[in-house]
């Protein structure tokens, strides 16, 4: 029997390749390290990620389980419009809507598009060792397997990218971001984001009935707030105009999710014979552009394209990371620059640069979120 490739990680990255891979005929097998992985909040799937969810198939899975919303908002903190993009030239420019999902429905679906026994929890990986005919897979139970291949998709602490590269350090970026869930039903026109001096507040419906948001603050390291993050928010942003202050109100304490935000050094090798890593574990970025999990969609497509054309796998590894590097590299740039200038300090710098937005033309803007997000951004392998 043939050996399988082995994917770490059962997230979002992981469990698309793990879908993708088999669709070409590979055998897979997944590991992942945590027995419980629910995930709360939602993810937006913009074109382009849509685009390679339709490459792998499911596609039309993820647009039956999720809110499409159109519009893009730009408002400061008093409910002054800042920028208002018509609904028309959004879907033209990006080719249709994105979704809106919760986290928790997105893998449920990539995970049952997996045939049955696909995925065992609870394995770490401890060591990797390339043999003459793969890699040889040290687990967490003393076990240990042989793999024709290994997909690191293994997150931001990815074991697999600390193989390829040694340590990566990580770089605590200064400011904090929350995500809920509201039992609230956000006017569509008002998708986008509210903008203050250093802060900011995105909200975007999570289907008819319920909004998904975030919010990002400049905090020291490693804070929790005292009574509840739930409660501290509602403190900062009280006074904002509607629907900030509601999205609040309609939110529950126990549901809400704070994340200190890093930058990592970046994985100067993505492939290395039959090893290669993907998603996070490759090029974490910050979340200013909504295209972590979306790239690691792309990850996926891409990848089993080129495994199911290649003569061996170190050449479609290697192709892959060679393709990949330079748009995600981008990505990974433009999103730092976003969140330094929204963090800019003193703040009065961050509220005249949010301001400045009304100055560069709708047209301008366009075309950039179009060559990110549009599913012409997304070029499959063919």
């Given at each position: 029997?043939?050996k399988?490739?082995?994917?770490?990680?059962?997230g979002?990255?992981?469990l698309?390749?793990a879908?993708?891979?088999?669709?070409?005929?590979f055998?897979?097998?997944?590991?992942e390290?945590?027995?419980?992985?629910?995930?709360?909040?939602?993810?937006?799937?913009?074109?382009?990620a849509l685009?390679?969810?339709d490459?792998?198939?499911?596609?039309?899975?993820?647009r039956?389980?999720?809110?499409r919303?159109?519009a893009g908002a730009l408002?400061?903190?008093?409910?002054?419009?800042?920028r208002r993009?018509a609904?028309?030239?959004m879907?033209?420019?990006l080719g249709?809507?994105?979704?809106v999902?919760?986290?928790?429905?997105?893998?449920?679906?990539l995970?049952?598009?997996?045939?049955?026994g696909?995925?065992?929890?609870g394995?770490?990986?401890?060591?990797l060792?390339a043999?003459?005919?793969?890699v040889?897979v040290?687990?967490?139970?003393?076990?240990s397997?042989?793999?024709?291949?290994v997909?690191g998709?293994?997150?931001?602490a990815?074991?697999v990218?600390?193989h390829l590269?040694?340590?990566l350090?990580r770089?605590?970026?200064?400011?904090?971001?929350?995500?809920?869930v509201?039992?609230?039903?956000?006017?569509?026109?008002?998708?986008?984001?509210?903008?203050?001096?250093?802060?900011?507040?995105?909200?975007?419906?999570?289907?008819?009935?319920?909004?998904y948001?975030?919010?990002?603050?400049?905090?020291?390291?490693?804070?929790?707030?005292?009574?509840?993050e739930?409660a501290?928010?509602?403190?900062?942003f009280?006074?904002?105009?509607?629907?900030?202050?509601?999205l609040?109100?309609?939110?529950?304490?126990?549901?809400?999710l704070?994340n200190?935000?890093?930058?990592r050094?970046?994985?100067r090798?993505?492939?290395?014979g039959?090893?290669?890593?993907?998603?996070?574990?490759?090029h974490?970025?910050?979340?200013?552009?909504?295209q972590?999990?979306?790239?690691?969609?792309?990850?996926?497509?891409?990848?089993a394209?080129?495994?199911d054309?290649?003569?061996?796998?170190?050449d479609a590894?290697?192709?892959?990371a060679?393709?990949?590097?330079?748009r995600?590299?981008?990505?990974?740039r433009?999103?730092?620059?976003?969140g330094r200038?929204?963090?800019?300090?003193p703040?009065?710098?961050?509220?005249?640069?949010?301001?400045?937005?009304?100055l560069v033309?709708?047209?301008?803007?366009?075309?950039?979120l179009?060559?990110?997000?549009?599913?012409s951004?997304?070029?499959?392998?063919?």
């Amino acid at each position: 029997m043939a050996k399988p490739i082995l994917v770490v990680g059962a997230g979002i990255t992981g469990l698309a390749s793990a879908v993708a891979l088999q669709r070409r005929g590979f055998e897979v097998d997944v590991v992942e390290a945590r027995t419980d992985t629910a995930s709360g909040a939602g993810i937006s799937i913009w074109p382009n990620a849509l685009a390679a969810l339709d490459e792998i198939g499911l596609g039309d899975a993820v647009r039956g389980a999720g809110g499409r919303v159109a519009a893009g908002a730009l408002r400061w903190h008093d409910g002054t419009w800042l920028r208002r993009p018509a609904r028309e030239r959004m879907i033209r420019s990006l080719g249709e809507p994105l979704v809106v999902i919760r986290r928790s429905e997105l893998t449920d679906i990539l995970a049952a598009a997996l045939r049955p026994g696909t995925v065992h929890y609870g394995l770490a990986v401890d060591d990797l060792v390339a043999t003459g005919s793969g890699v040889r897979v040290t687990l967490s139970d003393d076990s240990s397997r042989e793999a024709a291949a290994v997909l690191g998709a293994d997150g931001v602490a990815s074991v697999v990218a600390r193989h390829l590269n040694g340590p990566l350090t990580r770089r605590y970026a200064g400011y904090t971001a929350w995500r809920g869930v509201a039992d609230y039903m956000l006017d569509p026109e008002l998708s986008g984001e509210t903008l203050g001096a250093g802060v900011e507040v995105g909200h975007v419906p999570l289907g008819s009935d319920h909004t998904y948001w975030f919010a990002t603050q400049r905090a020291p390291q490693g804070q929790t707030a005292p009574d509840g993050e739930l409660a501290h928010l509602r403190r900062v942003f009280g006074s904002w105009a509607e629907p900030v202050p509601a999205l609040l109100a309609a939110s529950d304490p126990a549901e809400v999710l704070r994340n200190d935000l890093y930058d990592r050094a970046q994985a100067r090798c993505w492939a290395r014979g039959p090893v290669v890593i993907a998603g996070d574990a490759a090029h974490p970025m910050r979340p200013h552009l909504g295209q972590g999990g979306c790239q690691g969609l792309e990850d996926a497509a891409i990848l089993a394209g080129l495994a199911d054309g290649a003569t061996d796998l170190p050449d479609a590894f290697a192709r892959f990371a060679a393709l990949r590097r330079p748009r995600v590299n981008t990505l990974v740039r433009k999103s730092a620059l976003i969140g330094r200038i929204v963090n800019l300090r003193p703040a009065t710098l961050s509220a005249v640069a949010g301001r400045a937005t009304v100055l560069v033309p709708e047209f301008v803007l366009t075309r950039q979120l179009a060559s990110i997000a549009s599913r012409s951004a997304f070029t499959p392998v063919r």
